[in-house]
């Protein structure tokens, strides 16, 4: 049964793959049913039957949820599958994007209810449009300094060496930057861009540089290939040594105002089922990565499950999401203002609940 319902749910979501969203935002219980029939759940009477003890609420309100094809998502597989299953207190459908500007767009139009984007993004587009929220952040950091080595083992060890990365201009590149000057050593790092990672991986065999800076689940996955490199530094552990007001932050959930001015409740019950839900992959990450796999997020399943434990899922809220991403979004200002938008949010960035 477990298997069934990760392939009802790769079918669902690959259907739905960045599709137009329905412009009703509440759903009756038949109408949730008939949707998910419509997305490859087999009707009722088949052996496929979703269980009784599934059933969704009669007052189930329905979100249209865009992600990004990345650890965002894997935070959220176990959720949209219970979601499938007329298991959660909303129905979520879902919608998973290759790129940020998909996602954004969708929030602009109003396609999007709730979306999980990378954390600058949402900071730029407040600062040019408005009309939502931050509810949570999703991910923490994915980078990492992957060695074809055993010569570092701090920030400081990277002195005199060169380090191969993507992302030049971008948020990878002012998070190392800040850590290189946070230990002083910033002006003795050489850092060589490439425009993939595959190249960064492809560098650091040769004499140009056996240091690279990648992302998971990149990370696992290149080590599955080379069983010669290590992850040498975990960028969130020396941004935890550096900074006790803000965190490295990959990704945020944000939420349309009109939707939390609208749903108060049900977004309330979202971010309870959301964090639930990131505890349920991270505690089952086999079954968690299953899924992953069956959706393309990552190739193979057992790349995935071994990769979970470095992605930083994450659900945090309140004031303490308010903290974290506040001091974060300084960092990235105090390097390039451009980097979120050219100004720091104003207060109603911010949704804590209170």
Known sequence: M??????????????????CANDEKTATTADSAAATTAAG??????????????????NRVSFNVYSLKGPTTMGLVTLLRDSLM???????KPNICTGADEVTAALVSGDADIALLPANAAATLFNK??????????????????????????IDDLAE????MTGKGTTPEYALRFLLAAHGIEDKVTLEFKSEPQEVVAAMGQDVANLGV???????????????LRMALDFNEEWAKVSEDSSLITGVTVVRNEVLEQYPDAVAAFLKEAAQGVENVKANPKEAAEIIAE?????????????LPFCGLSCITGQ???TLLSGYLQTLFDQNPKAVGGAMPADEFYYTGE
């Open 295 to 307: 959706l393309g997020i990552v190739a193979k399943a057992p790349i995935a499950e071994k990769a």
């Open 86 to 92: 007329g298991a959660t207190q909303n129905e979520y």
């Open 161 to 164: 060496k060169t380090v191969c």
């Open 214 to 228: 990648l992302p998971q689940p990149f990370v696992t996955a290149a080590m599955a290939q080379n069983d010669k």
């Open 320 to 322: 303490e999401m308010k």
């Open 129 to 154: 449009a408005g009309g939502f929220s931050v509810v949570a952040i999703n991910t923490l950091g994915v980078l990492y300094v992957v060695e074809n080595g055993e010569t570092v083992q701090s």
């Open 41 to 58: 759940e087999a009707p009722e009477g088949s052996t496929q039957k979703t269980p009784e003890s599934t059933a969704a609420p009669a």
């Open 2 to 19: 477990k298997r069934i319902f990760c392939i009802l749910l790769a079918a669902a979501l690959l259907l739905s793959l960045c599709a």
